[in-house]
């Protein structure tokens, strides 16, 4: 089956996309107990960021496949993909366009989200430091940055070409 994905860019200030970014992020926090931040939280953060989109043709309308939402200096405030399309390579390609607007790439992870941390060293992030208490929750987090410039330009080369 071929999916048809689009790719649209949210400026700070736009709301579009928000309610169905705000439920892709409910999904995987029911699921998989991350992403817990509360809605209020949420979509200010969200408005305030450029959002990298990916969506597809859904029953309902447009279906968000997965979004990165990133402050002006290159940190990712959520970064999320719907399981059903994990796998395809859209988490990189998001965190690449990020990479090739940023001169720097950082975010916290929760120390308990494997996958997540994974996901980041997989693509040449590396720990800077361990914060305890970072989360609403209590739980703790690391702080993470895409490695060198130079890396960052192999990788993302590498990536374009695979």
């Not at 940055?145 to 192999?154: H, M, P």
């Amino acid at each position: 089956m071929s999916v048809n994905i689009d790719t649209r860019v949210v400026s700070p200030g736009d709301n579009r996309y928000v309610e169905e970014a705000w439920q892709l992020k409910e999904k995987i926090r029911q699921s998989e107990d991350v992403l817990k931040q509360r809605r209020g939280f949420f979509t200010d953060a969200y408005r305030r960021s450029t959002v990298y989109c990916y969506l597809t043709d859904g029953e309902g309308g447009e279906q968000i496949v997965g979004f990165a939402a990133v402050r002006r200096d290159g940190y990712i405030l959520f970064l999320a993909v719907n399981p059903d399309f994990r796998g395809e390579g859209f988490g990189q390609r998001l965190v690449a366009r990020v990479a090739k607007n940023h001169a720097t790439v950082t975010c916290h992870a929760r120390s308990t989200n494997q996958n997540a941390l994974d996901f980041y060293r997989h693509l040449g992030f590396s720990v800077e430091r361990r914060i305890d208490n970072y989360y609403e929750d209590g739980g703790d987090a690391f702080y993470l940055r895409l490695g060198e410039e130079e890396s960052i330009t192999k990788r993302l080369s590498d990536f374009m070409r695979g």
